[in-house]
């Protein structure tokens, strides 16, 4: 989307009961979290392209704080690091996607980002950079299929149609990495959820 309406976005997400804010930069975001995140709290990571690109889980580790992201950790070790990720105070993702009011749109393969998100850590912050600003729901839910999961599918070498052609068909591979959508309308009861929206490209 162009043009974006961020005052229109903050004030949808805020009438979903979220926390919602907005930065110039991938840095400001970064910032922002080191300043806000208590260094006695453990924090969990969801993979995410948005995470890695902002430097966010290196600048945690260098300034002293414990953070399970099975991105760094052997993949034999990937179910335990997973496990500790969900019962951090903290929990750090990014969006699939996010529409003009103010929903969330994520699909996974494993779910463990999707069920950690929704309950689990007390804390949950989600990067969302501008390319992943929807008009509306059905815009969002689309997007999982047109952009996300083919560009996934290439990222991690999975044998799914997508990867070949970029489109997708609904596919009944094992690979498959749509498996699990989850729509947040409104923040969910227990948690206090924070979404940060970032004016810069982040992730796909
Ligand atoms: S359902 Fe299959 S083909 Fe479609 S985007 Fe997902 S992995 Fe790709």
Not at 48 to 67: C, F, H, M, P, R
Request: aromatic share 8%; charged share 25%; hydrophobic share 35%.
């Amino acid at each position: 989307m162009t043009n974006i309406d961020y005052a229109a976005l903050t004030k949808a997400l805020e009438k979903n009961e979220f926390q919602a804010q907005v930065f110039e930069t991938g840095e400001e975001c970064v910032k922002f979290l080191l300043e806000t995140l208590k260094p006695e709290d453990e924090i969990g990571m969801g993979g995410s392209k948005t995470i890695e690109q902002t430097g966010l889980y290196d600048q945690l580790v260098n300034a002293g704080y414990t953070v399970h992201w099975h991105w760094r950790a052997p993949k034999e070790n990937w179910r335990e690091v997973k496990d500790a990720a969900r019962q951090s105070e903290n929990y750090i993702c990014s969006a699939n996607a996010i529409s003009m009011d103010g929903k969330l749109v994520n699909m996974d393969g494993a779910s463990n980002r999707v069920s950690a998100m929704v309950f689990g850590p007390r804390d949950v912050y989600i990067l969302i950079g501008k390319n992943k600003i929807c008009p509306d729901l059905e815009a969002a839910r689309r997007r999982i299929f047109d952009v996300v999961s083919p560009k996934i599918a290439v990222m991690v070498n999975y044998n799914t149609p997508c990867k070949k052609t970029g489109k997708c068909y609904d596919c009944a591979m094992p690979d498959r990495c749509c498996r699990v959508e989850v729509i947040i309308h409104k923040k969910p009861r227990d948690v206090n959820m924070h979404i940060l929206l970032i004016k810069e490209d982040f992730g796909f």
